[in-house]
């Protein structure tokens, strides 16, 4: 059974940080790629960031320079590290895995998905 379970939203001041984390069971990260989407109240899903198999990143602009997608292999593991927080940021966070190397920022090229972890940045 695939499992994705994000972990490390919170409440932070607009110019913090913090690091989410995607731990996956019942697949192998390496073999995928993944994706960070978020959903802010009212708004559709939105594409945030995305790690293939051999590393390329790609970002929306709005994070570009602030948030860094990295994955760790041997833990099975994918974060997103996010700098600069700013009050629009704020969102329900999800992790999301699509099997192969091909990049993609649809929704629906990710077969399996987390939960959600909850980011709120005050201002």
């Known amino acids: 059974q695939v499992q994705l379970v994000e972990s490390g939203g919170g409440l932070v001041q607009a110019g913090g940080s913090l690091r989410l984390s995607c731990a996956a069971s019942?697949?192998?990260?390496?073999?995928?790629?993944v994706g960070w989407f978020r959903q802010a109240p009212g708004k559709e899903r939105e594409f945030v960031a995305a790690?293939?198999?051999?590393?390329?990143?790609y970002y929306v602009d709005s994070v570009k320079g602030r948030f860094t997608i990295s994955r760790e292999n041997a833990k099975n593991t994918v974060s997103l590290q996010m700098n600069s927080l700013q009050p629009e940021d704020t969102a329900v966070y999800y992790c999301?895995?699509?099997?192969?190397?091909?990049?993609?920022?649809?929704?629906?090229?990710?077969?399996?998905w987390g939960q959600g972890t909850q980011v709120t940045v005050s201002s």
């Open positions: 999301a895995a699509s099997v192969g190397s091909r990049y993609s920022r649809s929704a629906t090229d990710f077969g399996s």
């Open positions: 019942g697949l192998t990260f390496s073999y995928y790629t």
């Open positions: 790690i293939v198999t051999n590393r390329d990143t």
